[in-house]
T-cell receptor
Framework: NAGVTQTPKFRVLKTGQSMTLLCAQD?????MYWYRQDPGMGLRLIHY???????AKGEVPDGYNVSRLKKQNFLLGLESAAPSQTSVYFC???????????????FGPGTRLLVL | GENVEQHPSTLSVQEGDSAVIKCTYS??????FPWYKQELGKGPQLIID?????GEKKDQRIAVTLNKTAKHFSLHITETQPEDSAVYFC?????????????FGKGTSLLVTP
């Protein structure tokens, strides 16, 4: 049981390039989330999904797109990367049901992205 | 939307002392308050959480208290150890059986010195 995995671990992009970050979970969790973490800003929600085939916007969705074609995968895309998207990206998953009775959102190890 | 304020941003304590981190939230509808610990180079890990129908919850050396009227909640770590050194995040959410999204505070960097 690997939990939540993210690929790649680190990536350098030039402004205008595109890329896709992959999040995979093997816990059969219904909900998945993408956050970005910037120094002094905490974690901010980009997009999330409450089930296969569904996505919704979070606090900072501009410049990102997501897809949840399979229950276990949640993809985050940057169509035209900008230096402001330099950040550490975390994916999380959550089992359906009442929070607090289980162990909450599980986070992946993160993807460090540098946009030059 | 929900706004979560966290204080202090940095905290240094001696091994064996207690550490307290405080958070306030703005949305009175929030009903779920988890705390996460993040070690360097890793993703956040849930350490304790509390729901709005409970005033206090304990798990060994860590405890969380919630004051719904004042809209603030706190993390208490007793008998601190060097391995407690990390960044701690509080969060607030309106949780339901349909899932929830977390609104995080900006984090507290805790340093426990031997």
């Amino acid at each position: 049981n690997a939990g939540v995995t993210q690929t790649p671990k680190f990536r350098v992009l030039k402004t205008g390039q595109s890329m896709t970050l992959l999040c995979a979970q093997d816990m059969n969790h219904e909900y998945m989330y993408w956050y970005r973490q910037d120094p002094g800003m905490g974690l901010r929600l980009i997009h999330y999904s409450v089930g296969e085939g569904t996505t919704a916007k979070g606090e900072v969705p501009d410049g990102y797109n997501v897809s949840r074609l399979k229950k276990q995968n949640f993809l985050l895309g940057l169509e035209s990367a900008a230096p402001s998207q330099t950040s550490v990206y975390f994916c999380a998953s959550l089992e359906a049901g009442t929070p607090g009775l289980r162990s909450g959102q599980y986070f992946g190890p993160g993807t460090r992205l540098l946009v030059l | 939307g929900e706004n979560v304020e966290q204080h202090p941003s940095t905290l240094s304590v001696q091994e064996g002392d207690s550490a307290v981190i405080k958070c306030t939230y703005s949305d009175s509808a929030s009903n779920y308050f988890p705390w996460y610990k993040q070690e360097l180079g890793k993703g956040p890990q849930l350490i304790i959480d509390i729901r709005s129908n409970v005033g206090e919850k304990k798990d060994q050396r860590i405890a969380v208290t919630l004051n719904k009227t004042a809209k603030h909640f706190s993390l208490h770590i007793t008998e601190t150890q060097p391995e407690d050194s990390a960044v701690y995040f509080c969060a607030a959410s309106i949780a339901s059986n349909s899932g929830y999204a977390l609104n995080f505070g900006k984090g507290t960097s805790l340093l426990v010195t031997p």
